[in-house]
């Protein structure tokens, strides 16, 4: 394979990305309705999937067709701006996951209680939004801006080999946070299992022959008495989205890592390898939405098959009978109620 026919490949996958997400807008306001439907975490993620997916577009079809001359020129005029809207798009899936796992502290926390509303998800989204915007436009509007430089595989900063300290405070910690998210979920879930399946009851028993009487507290029975199959389900699919996304994030900062750390062996490498090595990283970005929603998620994949009148087996439309369509709205139950980034 080529240079040319990898930069092809990765120009054309965007393309794809863009299609999907545009997709799972419109479906998501199609169900907008639904109340087991995430539709805050839908949009979001699905308008920072455009986002991110036009600005890769735009970066390996300017490589792809401009002479070394006008790439340069396009870097000088234009650099900046690109650079800063595609970070910014993936800073907000950062710290958008880190929500979605506070999210799911809370829901275990608090079952009961209606925290995490559609509308308070977006107005946390949007103040997101506005402090990675700060964040980057500090260091944009200073000599230290950040361009990325496809030929060079590489952010440049303009007053290289220093950069700003926000710039260096975010790529000396930003990476952890899809790891603490990851470890958090995968905690929840042991927590959720050795919970629901009376774990410490069972030592007990096992060590001392006997167990603790049944507790008294109410809330701990009805919660027994009302946690249905279908929220378990809910629960363990949300975790499992927050860790492939958190997984996803992780190639990308460890990809970058690795670099940074062993920067002899990816110098040794082919040039057409470091590109590949380079374009996967890249592309594992805007092709979270698909994984999450489509290979992952039976709920959305249903909705999208059949908002593009694919077809659809049997099994599948009586999943979906069961689990998508919302049930009565009741007095304590809002349109805007969001249980859980999940679905």
């Given amino acids: 394979m080529t240079s040319f026919s990898l930069t092809l490949l990765a120009s054309l996958f965007p393309v794809l990305c863009i299609f999907f997400n545009a997709v799972l807008l419109t479906v998501a306001r199609m169900n907008r309705n639904c109340n087991t439907f995430p539709l805050a975490y839908v949009v979001v993620m699905g308008i920072n999937g455009i986002i991110i997916s036009i600005f890769v577009w735009f970066h390996c079809v300017t490589f792809l067709v401009l002479s070394e001359s006008y790439y340069s020129a396009y870097l000088v005029w234009f650099g900046k701006e690109t650079t800063f809207f595609a970070t910014?798009?993936?800073?907000?899936?950062?710290?958008?996951?880190?929500?979605?796992?506070?999210?799911?502290?809370?829901?275990?926390?608090?079952?009961?209680?209606?925290?995490?509303?559609?509308?308070?998800?977006?107005?946390?989204?949007?103040?997101?939004?506005?402090?990675?915007?700060?964040?980057?436009?500090?260091?944009?509007?200073?000599?230290?801006?950040?361009?990325?430089?496809?030929?060079?595989?590489?952010?440049?900063?303009?007053?290289?080999?220093?950069?700003?300290?926000?710039?260096?405070?975010?790529?000396?910690?930003?990476?952890?946070?899809?790891?603490?998210?990851?470890?958090?979920?995968?905690?929840?879930?042991?927590?959720?299992?050795?919970?629901?399946?009376k774990c410490t009851e069972k030592i007990k028993r096992l060590l001392f022959g006997r167990t603790d009487p049944t507790?008294?507290?109410?809330?701990?029975?009805?919660?027994?008495?009302?946690?249905?199959?279908?929220?378990?389900?809910?629960?363990?699919?949300?975790?499992?989205?927050?860790?492939?996304?958190?997984?996803?994030?992780?190639?990308?900062?460890?990809g970058g890592l690795a670099v940074k750390y062993f920067p002899n062996v990816f110098a040794s490498l082919d040039p057409i390898y470091q590109q590949l090595y380079f374009y996967i990283r890249l592309e594992s970005i805007p092709a979270m939405n698909i994984v999450i929603y489509y290979y992952q998620t039976g709920s959305t994949r249903r909705m999208i098959q059949k908002f593009l009148r694919w077809k659809i087996n049997v099994v599948e439309t009586s999943v979906r009978n069961t689990t998508v369509v919302p049930g009565p709205v009741t007095a304590t139950h809002s349109k805007s109620r969001s249980p859980s980034p999940v679905e």
């Fill in 88 to 197: 910014l798009s993936y800073l907000n899936y950062l710290l958008v996951c880190v929500l979605m796992t506070v999210n799911r502290i809370f829901a275990v926390a608090f079952p009961f209680r209606d925290i995490f509303t559609n509308f308070r998800i977006y107005v946390l989204s949007v103040l997101i939004c506005i402090v990675t915007f700060v964040s980057l436009a500090i260091p944009y509007f200073s000599p230290c801006y950040i361009v990325f430089n496809t030929r060079k595989l590489s952010f440049v900063s303009g007053c290289a080999p220093d950069r700003h300290p926000i710039t260096l405070f975010q790529n000396q910690y930003f990476y952890l946070l899809p790891i603490i998210c990851m470890i958090i979920n995968l905690g929840i879930i042991a927590h959720v299992k050795w919970t629901r399946n």
């Fill in 215 to 254: 507790p008294s507290n109410v809330s701990t029975v009805v919660q027994d008495n009302t946690m249905s199959k279908m929220q378990s389900k809910r629960e363990r699919e949300m975790m499992r989205q927050t860790i492939i996304v958190a997984f996803y994030l992780s190639i990308y900062e460890f």
